[in-house]
């Protein structure tokens, strides 16, 4: 709920978890007072040390108090020019060339439910009694530009968000420069930060440094969030674990440039600001028009990083993916791109779909090539119809055929690009995305559309759509598989080409939201060259994404240990692939490979044109377990037990059940050494008052002395690159 205290003038946001608590400062000044663990009450934040140090902080204009200073003190939406030298949340150039704002508060309403954010993702409520709003008015009364910050909390969950709305109330037109979705200071720098830095097939490495003074950028320029950063801050006391200590994740809900930023300031004060990239940004307001930000959830734990994973686990499977699939089981699929890549037609794909249904395979997913003239990499992207000489009589008799073995249908798209060689960019080149005269970039021979023109994303959407309609598809993986370069539009003004990157994005949201919406029924796949695009902003359409192209089981251990960290299980898609692998050159056990692929959406990614017997049979006993304990790995909570950033020959995780009846215990051998140590490993989330059975053995070993004392790993995992899962099941 949101209280307001009038008399002290502090707004309370608060459940059962967690407060945040808001202050206005002197009638006018929006400060930062607390986020944390709950309190039952908030006394004046006007303990807040008042020194005089106003010959470098000034003081506001005609302010008589030299101990207040904007420079000093703790801040919701700081701005620029008016005293405060820290980074800004937002900037304006207005018509008459100057920068400085001074937002004061104006007034508040407080919502029962959640608003909806027009032409952006963003978590949603089902019922309005599942969250309250608090949206704060402030303005500047030289210059008439008015933001809007909204709040809302979730009543059951330790979560916050937050967005701003930017107003130009004034008679003349005014530039945006930055507009940050949200700013907090912390009144202390005792902090670790988290970061996921990464690159092609390296994603989300999990990194961890204690703040320092100064400024500390994490950002994209790519047109997208990338595979080199998330757009995610994360902050935790030194001593925080995976199983205790506190928190804090700020996750922005966007998928193009972005800029996570942390400064700490001379006195070890600590601000932290996320929101859209200020390069190369800029975007005009006339009179009377307004900018939305994009959304950042902001969730706190004092049970340490499991405890922030399973409320952001929670938060993303109930509130964030929207449509019929949030809920559902996902399919088992066989991927047929490291059988045949390019090479394939009607009979191949038939016997291939054959082979995966006699493994227990549940879809056929038909990747790149099915289209235009495709037969390389080199050309028909934009042609979204079926190639006629690898299917003379179209893809619907695969289609019909693959149904009839009571398995599933889906296919490759890449819609946001365009092939030179392709009868589209021959009709329209100027709808690329363009810098004048500048030459165009290639990556993967192919350009990037122009989404932010209406015409170009009609056209994509009037082909997908004519195609859909024909082809009873079941599941779509969409990639997107190069970065923006001479980012810029056709049709664009001068003084608006600064805002192509952006519009770009909410094209690509309203293309999105066209499409699953008028076809619910299939379950899409977010994938961008790998995790290059793995965030919430897509989420939000997608209920689940392609990890990384690197399918090597022990890299693939540590991308999703690190992954799992934001996102759950279900979200994350994983393939048991050929060996050595495609990517490392490495070969790891059948066993492992499957057990990382468990631990995600289980799919294969291996030659089923060839029969192989031993492969096969331990594919067969894989996905029969992996049905048999389905429901358990995908809506389970998930705990992570050791990591592999931590320990480089060894890793354990485990999934429970949401009654906490039955488990999987996964442990994996990453190096394994000569007379090594014996492996002690302590499960987690248990019900510490039951008995467990393990792998239906006799012996019987209750819930706590599972998580207080552990259990060894024995026999212990004596080879690289193997791994053992155990089933553990509460006696009555």
């Not at 001479?486 to 192509?500: D, I, M």
Request: with cysteine.
């Amino acid at each position: 709920m949101i209280t307001w205290n009038a008399e002290q003038q502090v707004f309370h946001l608060h459940n059962p978890l967690i407060s945040y608590v808001i202050g206005i400062e002197h009638q006018r000044f929006l400060v930062h007072c607390y986020w944390g663990k709950r309190v039952t009450a908030f006394h004046p934040f006007h303990d807040y040390p008042k020194l005089d140090r106003s010959s470098f902080s000034p003081t506001p204009a005609h302010w008589q108090d030299r101990t207040f200073s904007l420079d000093t003190v703790l801040q919701e939406y700081p701005g620029h020019g008016a005293g405060d030298y820290r980074e800004p949340a937002y900037e304006v150039r207005y018509a008459d060339g100057h920068q400085v704002s001074n937002l004061h508060y104006v007034s508040h309403q407080i919502l029962t439910g959640k608003p909806h954010l027009e032409g952006l993702p963003a978590t949603w409520v089902e019922t309005p009694d599942e969250a309250d709003t608090l949206i704060i008015t402030l303005a500047d009364p030289v210059t008439h530009l008015q933001v809007e910050l909204s709040y809302t909390v979730f009543r059951c969950l330790p979560v916050i968000t937050r967005s701003a709305r930017i107003i130009n109330q004034s008679d003349k037109p005014l530039r945006l420069l930055r507009a940050l979705s949200c700013s907090i200071d912390f009144p202390d720098s005792d902090y670790q930060q988290i970061q996921f830095p990464g690159a092609w097939a390296r994603e989300r490495s999990l990194h961890r440094q204690p703040l320092n003074p100064g400024i500390t950028v994490l950002d994209s320029k790519r047109g997208a969030s990338s595979t080199h950063q998330q757009p995610f801050i994360g902050l935790v006391r030194p001593e925080t674990t995976e199983m205790q200590g506190e928190a804090w994740a700020l996750h922005l809900v966007y998928s193009g440039n972005f800029t996570a930023r942390t400064e700490v300031d001379a006195y070890r004060q600590t601000r932290v600001m996320l929101g859209i990239n200020p390069h190369g940004f800029g975007w005009q307001l006339q009179a009377g028009e307004s900018f939305q930000t994009p959304e950042v959830v902001m969730a706190w734990s004092e049970s340490g990083l499991n405890g922030l994973s399973q409320v952001l686990h929670r938060l993303y499977r109930d509130n964030l993916v929207r449509g019929q699939h949030r809920h559902l089981v996902r399919p088992i699929l066989a991927n047929n791109w490291e059988s045949t890549y390019f090479n394939f037609n009607e009979e191949k794909l038939l016997r291939f779909a054959r082979n995966a249904k006699q493994l227990g395979v549940e879809l056929l997913m038909l990747d790149d090539g099915w289209f235009g003239k495709r037969e390389d990499d080199t050309s028909s992207l934009g042609d979204w119809f079926v190639n006629q000489q690898k299917f003379p009589n179209g893809l619907r008799p695969l289609i019909d055929q693959v149904h009839r073995l009571e398995m599933k249908f889906g296919l490759w798209f890449e819609p946001e690009m365009i092939s030179r060689r392709s009868e589209l960019f021959a009709q329209h080149p100027d709808w690329v995305l363009n810098a004048g005269d500048q030459p165009l970039s290639q990556g993967r021979n192919q350009y990037i559309l122009d989404l932010g023109r209406p015409e170009v994303r009609n056209n994509i959407l009037t082909q997908m759509c004519a195609f859909l309609e024909q082809h009873p598809i079941d599941y779509i993986k969409w990639d997107m598989n190069r970065n923006m370069t001479e980012v810029g539009s056709t049709t664009a003004s001068p003084e608006r080409q600064q805002e192509t990157a952006h519009r770009y994005i909410l094209g690509l949201y309203e293309l999105l939201d066209a499409l699953t919406t008028r076809f619910p029924h299939i379950l899409f796949e977010c994938c961008a060259g790998g995790g290059g695009r793995f965030d919430p902003g897509m989420l939000h359409y997608m209920a689940q994404a392609w990890v990384s192209d690197n399918t090597d089981a022990a890299s693939r251990v540590h991308i999703q240990y690190s992954t799992s960290l934001l996102y759950p299980p279900i979200m994350q898609c994983a393939h048991v692939s050929e060996v050595p692998n495609h990517q490392m050159g490495r070969s790891t056990s059948m066993g492992m490979r499957g057990a990382v692929a468990m631990s995600g959406n289980y799919g294969l990614m291996l030659d089923l044109m060839r029969k192989d017997t031993e492969r096969d049979e331990a594919v067969c006993k894989q996905i029969a377990f992996y049905k048999q304990h389905r429901e358990l790995l995908q809506f389970g909570t998930f705990w992570r037990l050791v990591s592999p950033w931590e320990n480089a020959d060894f890793a354990a995780w485990m999934f429970v059940s949401q009654d906490r009846s039955e488990a999987l215990l996964m442990a994996f051998s990453l190096v394994s050494q000569a007379s090594a140590p014996h492996r002690l490993v302590r499960l987690a989330g248990l019900d510490a008052d039951v008995i467990y059975q393990i792998d239906n053995q006799p012996q019987q070993i209750g819930g706590d002395e599972l998580m207080y004392r552990g259990m060894y790993i024995d026999p212990p995992l004596s080879r690289d690159y193997v791994s053992r899962i155990w089933h553990l099941k509460r006696l009555p």
